[in-house]
Nanobody, 128 residues
Framework: QVQLVESGGGLVQAGGSLRLSCAASGRTFSSYAVGWFRQAPGKEREFVAAISCRGGSTYYEDSVKGRFTISSDNAKNTVYLQMNSLKPEDTAVYYC?????????????????????WGQGTQVTVSS
């Protein structure tokens, strides 16, 4: 089992940047595929980005392509979401999620129900 803790959220002006971190404990992250999701007030949780175990493959939701980058640092057992050129519509609670991927493959997952473990979320607010 793995425990996930997100950090790095905050308040930023439109056009600014934030880097979210998803730190894992309990198991090595290199055995897990990881995804970032977000949920804005009154809206359903939506997919943002995903990375396969060991960072071999990545995938992004269309509205964040070219602005967000997902990456992993297996030595630190952490997955990051670098968010640049932020827009007010990026305002949401951001969650990381993980699912065991053994043996490690290039698979990533974009559906929330594919993930077994979730963090508590971190708030991102982008002001106009």
């Amino acid at each position: 089992q793995v425990q996930l803790v997100e950090s790095g959220g905050g308040l930023v002006q439109a056009g600014g940047s934030l880097r979210l971190s998803c730190a894992a404990s309990g198991r090595t992250f290199s055995s897990y595929a990881v995804g970032w999701f977000r949920q804005a007030p009154g809206k359903e949780r939506e997919f943002v980005a995903a990375i396969s175990c060991r960072g071999g493959s990545t995938y992004y939701e269309d509205s964040v392509k070219g602005r967000f980058t997902i990456s992993s640092d297996n030595a630190k057992n952490t997955v990051y979401l670098q968010m640049n050129s932020l827009k007010p519509e990026d305002t949401a609670v951001y969650y990381c999620a993980a699912v065991e991927s053994t043996p490690c493959s290039g698979y990533y997952y974009i559906r929330s129900w594919s993930y077994a473990y979730w963090g508590q979320g971190t708030q991102v607010t982008v002001s106009s």
